[in-house]
């Protein structure tokens, strides 16, 4: 039997006590099918609502007309949501539980505590002048604030945009610009594997940028107390602004359909789009996806390693956690700081029941052997969960026997930025496992694959992920583009929604993603165009063209390799190698940087000028023998070059 084709069935012990077993699985998920309007209804129970919503879908993916909504006349607030109404019965139940990149510091937030120090911020915020339906950009520490923050945007009606910390001035300038965001909210210093990242620093930066006039205010906190530049009128210490204010502030009544947050990611042509995402039909997919797939059970301590700068931190550390009064961990630091056994340390220091986390995360402890969990127990893990990329067999069997002691369902979830929560993976109490598959679609989810012409292939077939009618979770737009929204993902396939994915589906109607099918890098779980790479590269004076491809990597799933055309006249040399790194870099982050850069003096085009990715993928793979069919090539000699000079790794 090949590893592909291993099963693990379900536990008895864990379907016996879980929120849904294989029968009420296909019960629910029928019902789902049939009658989305009283399936949803039922669901958005869950929610407090000011007032209750009565008309409850109205979507269509009709490319002339996108229209997508969910409870439209229905009224809430997504941070009454997560705090007050947990209030009376777990106000002293700790919320967050904050572990910080030391592993001396850690402290325990309850939901009063939350509550208490959200409203503040949101008085704060009324009175630097923010207000409902304002966008506040956040690119912060993995730090209780960072909570606090989208908190209390969502409190008040101002929409949150969160942006990495990794990310470069250059690429929070954009953000902040695209959103008209009139405030930034920062840390003096980010302390991630031991290392200080100059955040506010950043931020100076940022603002120098044209356009960024727009932010009015910088509302600092202070983490580290490192050096900092300040601007007085501009800048505004964080614990003096929250500290003058009333624990108490009432939240903004919100229509399901105002905006909750933007979300910038990657795309395979031009710059990152702000995906919108709204609030009542978002927090009900985020918390009931919350519910069933990590079959979450009162007073369990859940851990998702996410970073809250990810859509997977939106859902799952923030918004559908503390829907359901979870105790959700938060984690400052990296799996490797201050040795590979940190993961399985801190499962043991807060007993942790649920590890939610990323297959390059595990491949990267897999590499250091067995013994890089020998340090902890992890005995009070219960379910172990993926995210972020496919995950290989090999990798989900070593997360199981090592990490889970063999004793841990994992689910797979497969989803992406736009869909705001998980939309395949295995209810735990309800799938048998197979590695590598994101097994069966979530209850109202209706995957389909298709071939390039859109015509949907039925049975075990192999093609592009679309999804044939709306969710509740689902991005209803492109912030200030809709156009882009409906070119990006409703005109591939005339009514279906596009993935970008590409996916086998087997005998038993399990799904297999098989990774992007678009000009979308995935390195090490983050999403990255090859065109934003490829603008920042040419912009360099020494670069005439430059394409970007991404190539299998052991520990990243994709590297990024890259080939350079110099301009005429520039020599080329290992320095000016180490320079290109370091503009990508500083152009849009850390998680860019290039792993592999060839010299091409000339790249493979068709007659009309297009470059052939495929043919560059292919080199870059080292499968040299199967180019298929270069007679199309303008000048099909560049691709011997091009094969004779691979840069071997
Ligand atoms: C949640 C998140 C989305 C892209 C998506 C796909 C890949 C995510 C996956 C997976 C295989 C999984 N992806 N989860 N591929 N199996 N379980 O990661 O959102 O950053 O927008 O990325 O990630 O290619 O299209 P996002």
Redesign the pocket.
């Known amino acids: 039997m090949t590893e592909q084709q291993k099963v693990h069935p379900v536990r008895d012990d864990f379907a016996a006590n879980a929120h849904a077993d294989k029968a009420k699985y296909q019960a629910m998920y029928q019902q789902s099918l049939e009658d989305p309007e009283g399936f949803w209804a039922e669901q958005a129970k869950r929610l407090d609502w000011i007032k209750a919503p009565t008309k409850i879908k109205h979507t269509s993916f009709d490319s002339h007309n996108v229209d997508i909504r969910w409870f439209e006349d229905g009224t809430l607030n997504a941070s009454a949501n997560c705090l007050d109404r947990h209030l009376a019965t777990r106000g002293d139940q700790t919320a967050i539980i904050w572990e910080g990149d030391d592993p001396a510091d850690s402290r325990h937030v309850t939901y009063r505590e939350l509550y208490e120090h959200t409203c503040q911020l949101a008085n704060g915020l009324k009175e630097l002048g923010v207000s409902k339906g304002d966008v506040v950009t956040l690119y912060m520490p993995m730090i209780p604030e960072a909570a606090v923050a989208m908190l209390a945007c969502a409190r008040i009606g101002a929409v949150h945009s969160v942006v990495f910390g990794g990310f470069s001035p250059d690429a929070l300038a954009q953000r902040v610009v695209g959103a008209d965001s009139k405030l930034v909210i920062t840390a003096d210093e980010s302390v991630r594997g031991g290392k200080q990242v100059p955040l506010k620093d950043n931020v100076d930066a940022a603002l120098t940028r044209p356009g960024t006039e727009v932010c009015e205010k910088v509302l600092v906190v202070k983490r580290t107390g490192g050096e900092i530049d300040w601007q007085d009128g501009r800048d505004v210490w964080y614990q003096d602004l929250v500290d003058r204010q009333p624990t108490d502030c009432p939240a903004e009544e919100m229509n399901a359909e105002d905006p909750l947050f933007i979300l910038y990611?990657?795309g395979s042509t031009g710059a990152p789009k702000g995906l919108k995402h709204t609030t009542g039909g978002y927090l009900t997919y985020a918390s009931l996806t919350h519910q069933y797939v990590f079959d979450y059970q009162d007073g369990e301590v859940y851990w998702c390693t996410?970073d809250v700068g990810?859509?997977?931190g939106h859902?799952y550390i923030v918004y559908g956690p503390l829907a359901n009064g979870a105790i959700t961990l938060m984690f400052e630091g990296v799996p490797s700081y201050p040795t590979h056994g940190r993961m399985g340390e801190i499962v043991d220091k807060h007993r942790v029941n649920t590890l939610y986390t990323?297959?390059t995360a595990i491949r990267a402890l897999m590499a250091h052997g067995d013994d890089v969990m020998a340090s902890s127990r992890r005995d009070s893990l219960r379910l172990l969960g993926?995210?972020?990329?496919?995950?290989n067999p090999e990798a989900w069997e070593w997360f199981y026997r090592v990490i889970g002691n063999s004793q841990c369902p994992i689910v797979?979830?497969?989803?992406?930025?736009?869909?705001g929560g998980?939309m395949?993976?295995p209810l735990p109490g309800a799938m048998d496992l197979k590695p590598g598959s994101?097994t069966l679609p979530f209850f109202g989810v209706v995957p389909a694959l298709v071939d390039s012409e859109g015509n949907e292939l039925k049975g075990a077939t192999e093609g592009n992920l679309v999804i044939l009618d709306s969710w509740p979770g689902q991005a209803r737009s492109i912030w200030g583009d809709h156009d882009r929204f409906v070119q990006t993902y409703f005109s591939t396939y005339q009514g279906m929604y596009f993935?970008?994915?590409g996916c086998r589906r087997d005998e038993d109607g399990y799904y297999w993603?098989?990774?992007?099918v678009d000009d979308?890098l995935?390195v090490s779980?983050?999403?990255m165009g090859t065109a934003e790479i490829e603008s920042s590269l040419v912009a360099h004076d020494a670069v005439a063209e430059a394409a970007v491809v991404g190539f299998p990597h052991d520990i990243k799933g994709q590297g990024i390799y890259i080939y350079v055309t110099l301009t005429d006249g520039v020599e080329p040399s290992d320095a000016l190698k180490k320079e290109l790194t370091q503009w990508v870099r500083k152009d849009i982050g850390p998680i860019a940087s290039p792993d592999v850069i060839q010299w091409a003096p000339g790249l493979p085009k068709t007659r009309s000028g297009k470059i052939m990715r495929r043919i560059l993928r292919k080199i870059a793979a080292n499968e040299c023998d199967g180019l298929g069919d270069t007679s199309t090539l303008a000048d099909p000699s560049v691709v011997d070059e091009l094969i004779e000079h691979r840069v071997n790794r």
């Open positions: 990611t990657s996410a990810w859509v997977t859902s990323a297959p993926s995210v972020g990329e496919p995950i797979d979830t497969w989803w992406q930025t736009e869909t998980i395949i993976s994101a993935t970008g994915d993603i098989t990774g992007r979308v995935n779980g983050h999403r």
